[in-house]
C-alpha cells in the first residue's frame, strides 16, 4: 500500500528558477525514507506541500485515506497561556473527549437514570478509551518526556517562553503521543543532545507507521532509514538503502558517468576527424562522399545523450597553523560554575597536551558551552584557575554565530574584519562557495549555516594551535559538513569541540570529556571506545578482583594439570586470535556500512582486552609451571 505519493511536482519561488521541477517518488506503507539533498533544493517546500501548508505549482500529491500525518517543523500556534504540559495534553484531546462524556454518563446514571442505550453506550465509550491507552497516559507521557529531556520544571512553563529548540522537542513529544500514521521529520536531531537523539532512534525502530525524514544527521540516516531519495536539480533520485550506501553508491554512479562520458567523447572525436577528412575530399565535387560526412556528422549528434557529471568541488582551505612549542597547551584547576542555586560543575581538574583532540559532550544543559565559554573568556569561573600555554593561539567558533556590522556584505566584512585586499576576500569566498552576486548579500539574509560557513571562512586565516568549535556542523548540510571535516582533518593543531554529531565525534575524537552531574568523565579514546566501555559497564558491572593465590605443587612431578592448563590457555589464546583475524576481515568487507563497522569495532575492542586476559592468564600458568619443575 502507498502512504505518500507524489508525482510530477513543479515549484518555483522566483521566475525562472524552479526549486521542484517534476519531482516523482512514493512511499509504501511501513517504510523509512532519508530526504536528502543540499540546503535549499526544495526538501522542507516538499514536507510544507505534503502537509497543504504549500501549494504546488503543477502535479499531485496524495496521502493515503484515513492515515493521521505529523510534522515535526510545524508548531502550532497555542493559545496564550498554555504550558509546555497543556501543549502535550492535546495529544489526548480525543480520549479526554470520551472521558467527559463517561462522567456525564455517570452523573446521569448516579441520579437514578437507565436504559439499555444508555448502558450500552457507556460500555463502548469504556473499551474505546482502554483500547487507546487512556488510563497509561501520563505512564506514556512521563516516558516520552523523559526520552526527550523535558524535564517536570520545563513542563510547567508557558510554551511561548521556550527557545525555537524547546518548542521543536516538546512538538516532537506531542506528535508521538499522537501515534500519528505517518511522521515527517524535518530534521529532527537538530536540538537533541545525544541522550535524546538516541531514545528517538530507538522509538523510531518500534515506530510501526511510515517515515520521511530530511537530515544531515549521517549516524541518524544509517540507523533509521531504509531508502534514500536525493533532490537533484528539482528531481528524485533513488538509492536502495541507508546513508552509508547511499554515499558509496553515489560515487560508483559517478565514476560510471564518467567513463561514459569519456569512451562517448573519444567516439565522437574520432568521427569528427573522420567526418572532417570525408567534407575535404567532397570539395572535389564527389557527392556521395558529402553525404556520408553529412550522415556521419548527423550521427554523431545523436550520440551526444551523456552529459559530464559534476561534482561538487572540495574546498582547497585549511586552517592557518602557528607552531607549538612546549607541552602544555590548557590547565584547568579547581573549576566551578553556577547560576544561583544551580551548580553546573565543580571540582573540575584537567590537563591538555599537544595533540590532542577532545570532544567536550554531555546532555543539553550541563554547562559544556558555558565551559567554553569559561575558556574563551566571556564567562567568569566562580572559583578555580585556568592557564594557558605561552606558546597557544586559540580560535574560536562559536555556536551562535555574531557578526558586529550584519548591515555589511559577505565581501566588506572580510575587508573590514581581515584587512585583506578585494580580489584575495573574492577568492576567499569563492573557496567557501560564495560566489557571483551572493558576495555583496548583507550578511543579515545569511541562514545559519551560511553565517557558520562565513564565520569559519574568516578564520581559516588566522595562525592559531588551538582551534575551539561549538557545534560546527549545526545547520548545515551534508556536503558543508563534509567541507568543514576536510578542514578539520589537515589541521594538525590541537583540537576541542562539543558536537552532537556523532558522525563528527567518531571521526575526529582521541580524548573524551563527559559532563553530567556536574563532573566531567575524562576518557582517554575515541567515541567508539567511549562507548564500548560504557556498554560493557552496563552489561557487566566490575565485580571485585580477588588474587589468586598461586600455590606450589605439593609434590615433585605432581604437573599434569598444570600442563593441561597452559595448553589450555594456548587454544584459547589461537581460537581468540584466529576470531581476531576474522573480525579484521569482516571490517575490510564492510567498508561501506557505517553501522556494521562499528558493530565490528566495538567486537575487536572487547576481543583484544580479551586476548590481553587470557596472555596474563597462560603466563602465569607458564611461570607456576617452571617453579613447579623446579
Not at 536502495?240 to 567513463?259: I, P, W
Request: proline share 3%.
Amino acid at each position: 500500500m502507498i502512504d505518500i505519493s507524489v508525482s510530477g511536482l513543479v515549484k518555483e519561488f522566483e521566475v525562472g528558477k524552479k526549486i521542484l521541477d517534476g519531482l516523482t517518488f512514493q512511499v509504501d506503507t511501513g517504510e523509512r525514507v532519508g530526504l536528502l539533498g543540499p540546503n535549499g533544493c526544495g526538501k522542507t517546500t516538499l514536507l510544507r506541500i505534503l502537509t497543504g501548508v504549500v501549494h504546488p505549482d503543477e502535479g499531485e500529491v496524495a496521502i493515503a485515506p484515513n492515515k493521521r500525518v505529523g510534522l515535526i517543523s510545524q508548531i502550532p500556534v497555542y493559545p496564550a497561556g498554555y504550558t509546555v504540559e497543556d501543549v502535550l495534553d492535546t495529544a489526548f484531546q480525543s480520549l479526554r473527549d470520551m472521558e467527559e462524556e463517561m462522567a456525564a454518563l455517570t452523573k446521569r446514571m448516579s441520579a437514578g437514570e437507565s436504559g439499555a442505550a444508555l448502558l450500552a453506550r457507556y460500555d463502548k465509550l469504556s473499551a474505546a478509551f482502554q483500547a487507546g491507552g487512556g488510563y497509561e497516559t501520563d505512564t506514556g507521557k512521563n516516558k516520552v518526556c523523559g526520552g526527550l529531556s523535558i524535564p517536570q520544571d520545563m513542563r510547567e512553563r508557558d510554551f511561548d517562553q521556550l527557545s525555537g529548540g524547546e518548542k521543536t522537542r516538546v512538538n516532537l513529544a506531542r506528535l508521538i503521543l499522537e501515534d500519528t500514521d505517518i511522521l515527517l521529520l524535518d530534521e529532527p536531531t537538530n536540538h537533541l543532545d545525544l541522550r535524546a537523539t538516541e531514545w528517538l532512534e530507538e522509538y523510531l525502530e518500534r515506530f510501526k507507521g511510515t517515515v520521511l525524514a530530511v537530515s544531515h544527521d549521517r549516524y541518524f540516516l544509517d540507523t533509521v532509514v531504509d531508502r534514500v531519495v536525493e533532490i537533484k536539480e528539482g528531481k528524485a533520485e533513488f538509492y536502495a538503502g541507508n546513508y552509508s550506501f547511499y554515499a558509496v553508491e553515489k560515487e560508483r554512479r559517478y565514476e560510471e558517468q564518467l567513463r561514459q562520458y569519456e569512451k562517448e567523447q573519444a567516439k565522437i572525436e574520432q568521427l569528427e576527424k573522420a567526418a572532417a577528412q570525408l567534407r575535404i575530399w567532397a570539395y572535389s565535387g564527389n557527392d556521395k562522399i558529402f553525404k556520408r560526412a553529412q550522415s556521419m556528422e548527423k550521427r554523431i549528434e545523436r550520440m551526444r545523450v551523456t552529459d559530464r557529471p559534476r561534482k561538487d568541488r572540495k574546498m582547497s582551505v585549511r586552517f592557518g597553523e602557528r607552531e607549538f612549542r612546549g607541552d602544555e597547551v590548557l590547565t584547568i584547576k579547581n573549576l566551578e560554575k553556577s547560576f544561583g542555586e544551580r551548580a553546573l560543575f565543580s571540582g573540575v581538574n584537567l590537563e591538555v597536551a599537544g595533540g590532542e583532540r577532545i570532544a567536550l559532550l554531555g546532555d543539553n544543559g550541563t554547562g559544556k558551552s558555558t565551559l567554553i565559554k569559561i575558556l574563551m573568556g566571556e564567562e567568569e569561573p566562580d572559583g578555580g584557575k585556568i592557564r594557558q600555554g605561552p606558546t597557544v593561539r586559540v580560535g574560536y567558533l562559536p555556536q551562535i554565530i555574531h557578526f558586529d556590522h550584519p548591515e555589511r556584505s559577505l565581501v566588506d566584512t572580510m575587508l573590514y574584519d581581515l584587512d585583506c585586499t578585494a580580489q584575495t576576500a573574492r577568492n576567499r569566498l569563492a573557496s567557501f562557495k560564495f560566489r557571483g552576486e551572493d558576495v555583496f548579500k548583507p550578511v543579515s539574509a545569511l541562514s545559519g549555516g551560511e553565517q557558520s560557513r562565513l564565520r569559519l571562512c574568516m578564520l581559516m586565516d588566522a595562525k592559531i594551535n588551538l582551534l575551539i568549535l561549538d557545534e560546527p556542523t549545526n545547520h548545515l548540510d551534508i556536503q558543508s559538513r563534509e567541507w568543514i571535516e576536510e578542514a578539520v582533518e589537515e589541521y594538525e593543531g590541537n583540537l576541542l569541540f562539543v558536537s552532537h554529531d556523532r558522525y563528527f565525534i567518531d571521526r575526529f575524537a582521541t580524548r573524551i570529556w563527559m559532563l553530567e552531574g556536574g563532573k566531567i568523565t575524562d576518557f582517554r579514546g575515541t567515541y567508539s571506545q567511549f562507548q564500548a566501555m560504557k556498554a560493557r559497564k552496563q552489561v557487566s558491572p566490575a565485580a571485585p578482583v580477588r588474587e589468586e593465590k598461586k600455590e606450589k605443587p605439593k609434590r615433585p612431578g605432581g604437573t599434569k594439570n598444570l600442563e593441561k592448563e597452559v595448553a589450555a590457555a594456548e587454544r584459547a589464546v589461537a581460537k581468540a586470535e584466529e576470531e581476531m583475524y576474522d573480525i579484521t576481515q569482516r571490517m575490510e568487507e564492510a567498508a561501506a556500512d557505517y553501522l556494521k563497522l562499528q558493530e565490528l569495532y566495538e567486537q575487536r575492542e572487547a576481543l583484544e582486552e580479551e586476548i590481553l586476559r587470557l596472555y596474563g592468564r597462560w603466563e602465569e600458568l607458564s611461570a607456576q609451571l617452571e617453579e613447579a619443575r623446579g
